[in-house]
């Protein structure tokens, strides 16, 4: 089991591709630290938002969450660094991934935020510095910032630490709408770029990386997603307001179907209820077809074969002289 904690939809950033900070929760109305001690033993929990470190219990959530989850990541800016170092100093094992959307100028302008990336960079510096091994780099790639992928991969290797890709998507969670790749071809090239890079290397993380940003360019052809969805199944996402739901990729029809509130049930009595059976059905029939992390990596790790045989099949062809075949 796998799941996302969106503690809040507060957010000092104005991203070009995600308007969450335009509809921001109230703090009084955010799920407590508490509710937490009701989830199941988990694999892997990502806390994220809206910017999780402008939750003033960010320090509970995640030591009541270091209870219940194997691994845990943060996605964040970057921009409160004496917050992220604190809670890395109390917390060695953690992760950390910074939102990052390409070189300066490029990541100013598609966050809206002066001096972003400074502040995301002296974050990460100072976390390697301290000695926290699960770091590294995200990066949200649309027309603005295709280009800037490699030389931000090129970065993180240098120093590194860890890289994680996503596409622009469109989302009621994003409240937007109008997100699309028009410069597909470029896009794809980048990708393709990266995934060569990374069947070369040894690193067996890297290969399957490869197979997830092969699905990435999958998307953007607007294909078929290569693995089934499974949302609400092999893993959830926990909303600022308690709810349950299966992920954070449905329309608005579906958005509004949550699973079950925490605040007033046990998960167990929202994971085997009518609610969720009837979410899960919806998932099923669900068009979209997207392609992002919290949930490709559950079914990669679940229909583990497609992806070994493509690593397989394509790290043959390298030893031949030749391209992935993507």
């Known amino acids: ?13 104005k991203c070009h591709m995600c308007n969450v900070w335009k509809y921001p929760t109230k703090r009084e109305e955010e799920f407590r630290p508490s509710i937490l001690e009701k989830l199941p033993q988990l694999d892997f929990a ?23 989850a194997k691994r845990i990541v943060i996605s964040t800016s970057g921009f409160f660094t004496e917050k992220i170092l604190d809670i890395a100093r109390k917390n060695k094992n953690i992760g950390i991934r910074i939102s990052i959307e390409g070189l300066p100028a490029a990541n100013d302008e598609l966050r809206g935020v002066k001096d972003g990336f400074d502040h995301g960079l002296r974050t990460l510096l100072e976390l390697q510095r301290m000695g926290i091994k699960d770091i590294g780099f995200g990066i949200t790639v649309s027309d603005r910032n295709a280009r800037d992928m490699i030389e931000l991969y090129q970065l993180a290797k240098g120093m590194n630490v860890e890289f994680a890709t996503a596409a622009v998507h469109n989302s009621f969670y994003f409240h937007k709408y109008d997100n699309q790749i028009t410069k597909k071809d470029e896009a794809i090239a980048c990708f393709e770029a990266l995934i060569r890079d990374l069947l070369k290397g040894k690193r067996i993380k890297n290969w399957y990386r490869a197979y997830f940003n092969y699905g990435l360019i999958n998307y953007i052809k607007g294909n078929k997603r290569l693995l089934p969805c499974e949302a609400g199944s092999e893993n959830f996402f926990l909303d600022p307001w308690g709810e349950i739901r299966p992920c954070n990729g449905m329309e608005e029809t579906c958005w509004f179907d949550s699973m079950g509130n925490l605040n007033k049930e046990s998960f167990e009595e929202i994971w085997n209820g009518e609610r969720a059976r009837q979410v899960r059905e919806k998932v099923k029939t669900c068009p979209k077809n997207c392609w992002m992390i919290g949930t490709a990596a559950p079914v990669m790790k679940k229909y583990f074969i497609k992806p070994t045989s493509w690593i397989i ?6 030893i031949m002289g030749k391209c992935p075949e993507v």
């Open 46 to 68: 990502n806390v994220t938002g809206g910017e999780p470190f402008v939750r003033e219990d960010i320090d509970e959530i995640v030591h009541t969450l270091g209870k219940k």
């Open 1 to 13: 089991m796998e799941a996302a904690i969106i503690t809040t939809y507060r957010c000092p950033n």
């Open 313 to 318: 099949q394509n790290k043959i062809r390298m």
